[in-house]
């Protein structure tokens, strides 16, 4: 197998509060993991990418300081969107790249943040 | 640059045939990914081809021609469930094993 989950699967939070999203893969070990976001019938857009035990490679135009990432282990990445705002509502998906499996990348079932 | 193209929008029939072409230009290549992506849910692995050639997973097969900047994915057997967007994606190297995407190939299987 490959599962990536993610968690949670959507979330409902007020403006000015942060939210904290997880990616796992449950079954292998992940080198590199990955954030995105997609807007509805929009094309996926990356935000970053994480390695295990170093800081995050953040898109240009992504605020790091907003769109917070750690990753603790192989097989945990968490992104915190802090200070949200209603324009960050979107639909949030991980990708692990399966680290015995040369470039193969997965991803997690996405997570849909709404902001009120 | 990276650049990838793939038709924009496909229709067939139920029980048909469809193939979704996707062409590359990239500075180098270490791989191309199909996903399929159902409308709301995230994207799910179709395939992964690093070599020349087809590889054939059940109903669906994808081809590889590094030569021609060129892969296809090939649909058979349609069926009602198969209606989704299919990306193309492109593994370049020294890009941080950032995958680069098509806009994706909206298929709409009609009964």
């Known amino acids: 197998g490959a599962v990536v989950s993610q968690h949670p699967s959507w979330v409902i939070c007020k403006s000015g509060t942060s939210v904290k999203i997880e990616c796992r893969s449950l079954?292998?070990?992940?080198?590199?993991m990955f954030w995105y976001r997609q807007f509805p019938k929009q094309s996926l857009m990356l935000m970053a990418t994480?390695?295990?035990?170093?800081?995050?490679?953040?898109e240009q135009g992504v605020e790091k300081d907003k769109f917070l990432i750690n990753h603790a282990s192989l097989t945990l990445s968490t992104l915190t969107v802090t200070s949200a705002h209603p324009e960050d509502s979107s639909f949030y998906i991980c990708s692990a790249q399966y680290r015995d499996r040369g470039g193969e990348q997965y991803f997690g079932p996405g997570t849909r943040l709404t902001v009120t | 640059g990276q650049n990838i193209d793939q038709p924009t929008e496909m229709t067939a029939t139920e029980g048909a045939i469809v193939q979704i072409n996707c062409t590359y230009q990239?500075?180098?290549?270490?791989?191309l990914f199909w996903y399929q992506q159902h409308a709301g849910e995230a994207p799910t692995f179709l395939s992964y081809n690093v070599l020349d050639g087809l590889e054939e997973k059940g109903r669906f097969s994808s081809f590889l021609s590094r030569s021609k900047g060129y892969s296809y994915l090939l649909l058979k057997e349609l069926q009602m469930k198969d209606s989704a967007s299919y990306l193309c994606a492109v593994f370049p190297p020294g890009a941080g094993n950032k995958l680069t995407f098509g806009g994706g190939t909206r298929v709409l299987v009609k009964p």
């Open positions: 079954d292998f070990q992940a080198t590199t």
């Open positions: 994480s390695n295990e035990g170093s800081k995050a490679t953040y």
């Open positions: 990239t500075s180098g290549f270490n791989g």
